[in-house]
């Protein structure tokens, strides 16, 4: 039987367990989910069994229609209960009633975590490459497509290819063409009008 589950913002009070939540299973980091909480404490949710904090949802500051969520995580002990779809909708609700229109995510590039968010409505709107520190040398012309976009961050660059639908075997030729250090979906989800 699932206990009872409350979902709210998280309050002062309970910011210490939501950082070690955060340390244990994702990776912002007290000082970073300290100035991310004040641009928005409402959109700071958790998931509470019997009083106790067991799940956070967070964004980082984005854009005026466009929210990043930027880590949702469950405790171990309370995974496959539904609490982190329960947490990302009510996350969502929050965030249409805050005047956004849409959430973004970058997803971890393994199945049962974009199956998650295919599970919970996101669509696959971009795939982002991390080349790391060495530039882009990759030849561009072996690429089986051209970026929409080319940045580089503190030395990193990425590539971003848009696209319409989840192909995981793309992102991967794309990985491998690139030597890529990473290669991520970003997912989205309209959420306001």
């Given at each position: 039987m699932v206990d009872r589950v409350v979902l709210r913002a998280i309050a002062d009070a309970e910011f210490d367990r939501a950082v070690e939540i955060d340390k244990k299973y994702l990776s912002a980091g007290r000082a970073t989910l300290?100035?991310?909480r004040s641009w928005c404490p409402e959109l700071f949710?958790?998931?509470?069994?019997?009083?106790?904090?067991?799940?956070v949802c967070y964004p980082r500051p984005s854009d005026e229609e466009t929210l990043t969520l930027e880590g949702i995580a469950v405790v171990f002990e309370r995974w496959r209960q539904?609490?982190?779809s329960a947490l990302l909708r009510d996350f969502e609700a929050a965030t249409a009633r805050a005047g956004f229109r849409r959430i973004d995510l970058?997803?971890?590039?393994?199945g049962p975590t974009e199956g998650f968010h295919l599970k919970n409505g996101y669509q696959a709107v971009q795939i982002v490459l991390s080349l790391?520190?060495?530039g882009a040398t990759t030849n561009q012309q072996d690429l089986?497509?051209?970026?929409?976009?080319?940045?580089?961050?503190g030395g990193v660059v990425r590539l971003r290819f848009n696209v319409e639908e989840y192909l995981p075997a793309f992102r991967d030729e794309l990985r491998d063409a690139c030597e890529a250090q990473d290669a991520i979906f970003i997912f989205a989800k309209t959420v306001g009008s």
């Open positions: 300290t100035r991310w949710h958790g998931a509470h069994v019997d009083g106790a904090l067991v799940g539904g609490i982190s970058g997803s971890a590039p393994d790391g520190h060495r089986p497509r051209q970026p929409e976009e080319i940045s580089e961050d």
